[in-house]
């Protein structure tokens, strides 16, 4: 006999507290979550009202950031000794519907548990927008990040010195074209909060990195036209290691497993001490991410770029409180907007 967990308050909090601290572009939080409370089910929503229409047009970066939040759900499932049931796009006539998640039942004794340090990194990874040291990563911890990404349904593409400068390079291009651009300059200094501003959701600007001095690493620009807020550059590591996440196809299923994975990578990472960052200027123009593909590859379809290394810890960017973003879904005859 099937036992189906009780998705009681407690629960939910636990689950909610976990999803919301993924990471997004600009910090935006495009997920809804509603409790099915009749059917236990636990469901994952977009949120239009926080998508960014210049910058992801596509909805693909919120696609990944839902992704993400997902992954995190699923392991704080099997933190608490259940199985989760997770179903990407449920229901084709509900596009806002982006996932389910339903716990069947508990771990069994044959289940493999998940490894706990990397659920205690949910609450330790934060974006690092500030230079590492240098120091390479060892390849069994990159190995087992790319291993990461193989097993949520995407792949990591470590390039060499050549690669690394060519994506560097496009990723260069991409952040010109943004700073030139003034409707997607304005849109990210929307999501930018002053210090002491009470804003579950954007960027503080003391979570924002300095430039490059040596102009090799091509870190976003936040700031745009306002200098004050523009930190004094600093120089940032000579040899930059990174990776290229992409999936074999390019369909609105396949961005949300791309989330899952990169966040699959970043907690692998965290739990081994390592920082991360991300570049995805690149992606934002569709010229600059096809040629960001793998070479001789035409099923590579790329998502993001994640710079890794050692050095200082990211600042956090706040979240807006699990249970807040959660609202009782309605009864089947009373279906309304996700809310």
């Given at each position: ?8 308050a ?9 999803a919301?601290a ?15 409370p ?8 977009s ?19 839902v ?70 990563v ?15 349904g ?61 102009r090799?690493?091509?870190?976003r ?37 791309a ?38 590859n035409k ?12 050095g ?5 960017a ?19 907007e996700?809310?």
């Amino acid at each position: 006999m099937r036992i189906q967990a009780v998705l009681d308050a407690a629960t939910v909090e636990s689950l909610l507290a976990a999803a919301v601290a993924a990471p997004s572009i600009h910090n935006t939080q495009p997920w809804r979550f509603r409790l099915d409370p009749h059917h236990q089910v636990l469901e994952v929503h977009s949120a239009p009202e926080r998508t960014l229409q210049l910058t992801d047009p596509m909805h693909r970066a919120q696609y990944l950031s839902v992704g993400a939040a997902v992954f995190n759900l699923r392991l704080a499932a099997l933190h608490l000794g259940w199985r989760p049931e997770v179903r990407l796009l449920p229901d084709p006539h509900n596009p806002g519907l982006l996932a389910t998640v339903r716990l069947t039942g508990p771990l069994g004794a044959d289940d493999q548990p998940p490894d706990p340090a990397l659920y205690g990194a949910i609450p330790l990874r934060h974006t690092s927008r500030m230079p590492f040291t240098g120091r390479p990563v060892p390849e069994p911890i990159v190995a087992e990040m790319t291993s990461a990404a193989h097993a949520a349904g995407a792949r990591l593409h470590v390039p060499d010195i050549a690669g690394t400068r060519r994506l560097l390079r496009l990723t260069g291009v991409a952040e010109a074209r943004n700073h030139a651009h003034p409707g997607r300059t304005a849109e990210t200094l929307t999501w930018i909060t002053a210090p002491g501003r009470d804003a579950p959701y954007g960027i503080p600007v003391t979570a924002l990195g300095p430039p490059d001095a040596g102009r090799r690493i091509p870190m976003r620009d936040f700031t745009g036209p306002i200098p004050a807020g523009r930190r004094p550059a600093l120089w940032f590591e000579r040899h930059v290691q990174l990776g290229l996440l992409w999936t074999a196809h390019d369909r609105r299923d396949d961005w949300l497993r791309a989330g899952q994975a990169l966040q699959y990578v970043l907690l692998t990472a965290t739990a081994h001490g390592v920082r991360t960052s991300l570049l995805h200027q690149a992606m934002e123009w569709p010229d600059l991410r096809a040629a960001t593909a793998l070479p001789r590859n035409k099923r590579c379809h790329p998502h993001v770029l994640i710079r890794f290394g050692y050095g200082p810890d990211g600042a956090g960017a706040p979240r807006a409180l699990g249970h807040s973003a959660a609202r009782p879904a309605p009864p089947p005859a009373a279906e309304t907007e996700a809310g």
